[in-house]
């Protein structure tokens, strides 16, 4: 530059035009200016503003209950099955004895409802009524205790009996059984009152005084039931009760459609006492 030019110019125009010079040369350069600086930003406060997915705690703790709850139940109904109040709790049903556990026959045992043995003792009185029991009965191996439960084998005298067949064909055929004695007057006022009933299928009396193994129906049924007096009144393979209970059933109107409900018909008028207040 000319000293000559810059000394006849004022010091203020030659700063502006030095500005002017460094302007141009970033122009052609192509020099960007240089960005603001980012502000910082503490690590706590970009924690804070990042959301935080919340943990399911509830959901997984049922998903685990859903699937615990079936594997305890399906336990609870194995140890039911294979040890049931029937038999020694180390040993299996005599059903099963012999049978391999893991065999198509056992696996049909265990899913094949069985009858209760009141279905047992009501098949040998009213199907076999010939048929008497022993304590050495076929079937009862070392012998029959009355106090103890007894294999539904013991009243299948041999036979090969579908158990599911039979309580069908008894509850319909004979869903009545009342157990009785000829002397008894409370047997003769219950079996009078059912025959004021006029039912049909009439009631399978069991005169338990006239057989030979009397003493030994009683002592199960005492077991089966819970009542050591006569009559004793089963319905659908459940004791009602005796002559009291039958009576108050009666007085108090409830007799008649529990009979009916159970699949008998009541054929006779029946008219409820009154109750004197």
Same mark, same amino acid.
């Given at each position: 530059? &000319?000293?000559?030019?810059?000394a006849?110019?004022?010091? &203020?125009?030659?700063?502006?035009s $030095?500005?002017?010079?460094? $302007? ?11 960005p %603001?600086?980012?502000?910082r930003v503490?690590?706590s406060k970009l924690k804070?503003?990042i ?9 997984r703790?049922?998903?685990r209950?859903?699937?615990l709850?079936? @594997?305890? /139940?399906g336990?609870a109904?194995l ?5 049931s109040?029937?038999?020694d709790?180390?040993?299996?049903? %005599?059903? @099963?004895?012999?049978?391999? %556990? ?8 265990l899913?094949?409802p069985?009858a209760?043995?009141i279905?047992?003792?009501?098949y040998f009185?009213?199907q076999? #009524?010939?048929a008497v029991?022993?304590? !050495?009965s076929?079937g ?5 205790? %009355?106090a103890?439960?007894?294999d ?10 579908d ?5 069908k064909?008894?509850?319909?055929e004979?869903?009545l059984? +009342? ?5 008894? #007057?409370?047997?003769?006022? /219950? ?7 006029d ?7 069991v005169e338990?005084?006239?057989r030979?193994?009397g003493?030994l129906i009683?002592a199960? @049924?005492t077991?089966?039931t819970g ?6 009144? +089963?319905l659908?393979g459940?004791?009602?009760g005796g002559?009291d $209970?039958?009576?108050?059933l009666h007085?108090?109107g409830?007799?008649?459609a529990?009979l !009916?409900?159970?699949?008998l018909k009541v054929?006779?008028d029946?008219?409820?006492? !009154?109750?004197?207040s």
């Amino acid at each position: 530059m &000319d000293k000559s030019f810059c000394a006849n110019r004022p010091p &203020d125009a030659f700063r502006n035009s $030095q500005h002017d010079d460094v $302007q141009a040369a970033r122009v052609r350069t192509h020099v960007p200016p240089a960005p %603001p600086p980012r502000p910082r930003v503490r690590k706590s406060k970009l924690k804070a503003q990042i959301p935080v997915r919340p943990r399911n705690i509830n959901g997984r703790r049922l998903r685990r209950r859903r699937l615990l709850y079936p @594997l305890l /139940a399906g336990s609870a109904l194995l140890l039911f099955l294979f040890f049931s109040s029937s038999h020694d709790l180390l040993s299996l049903p %005599p059903a @099963l004895q012999g049978l391999h %556990p893991l065999s198509r026959a056992s696996i049909a045992h265990l899913v094949r409802p069985r009858a209760d043995e009141i279905s047992g003792l009501l098949y040998f009185v009213t199907q076999r #009524p010939d048929a008497v029991l022993s304590l !050495e009965s076929a079937g009862a191996g070392v012998g029959l205790d %009355p106090a103890k439960p007894i294999d539904l084998k013991v009243y299948e005298g041999g036979d090969k009996v579908d158990w599911t067949k039979a309580v069908k064909m008894m509850n319909a055929e004979t869903p009545l059984v +009342v157990f009785s004695k000829t002397y008894c #007057p409370y047997s003769k006022r /219950a079996k009078e009152l059912l025959k004021n009933y006029d039912l049909v299928p009439a009631p399978k009396v069991v005169e338990v005084d006239l057989r030979d193994d009397g003493d030994l129906i009683k002592a199960i @049924l005492t077991r089966l039931t819970g009542r050591s007096t006569f009559p004793n009144v +089963v319905l659908l393979g459940k004791s009602i009760g005796g002559s009291d $209970q039958l009576s108050e059933l009666h007085r108090e109107g409830k007799l008649k459609a529990l009979l !009916e409900v159970a699949g008998l018909k009541v054929q006779a008028d029946i008219k409820v006492p !009154e109750r004197q207040s």
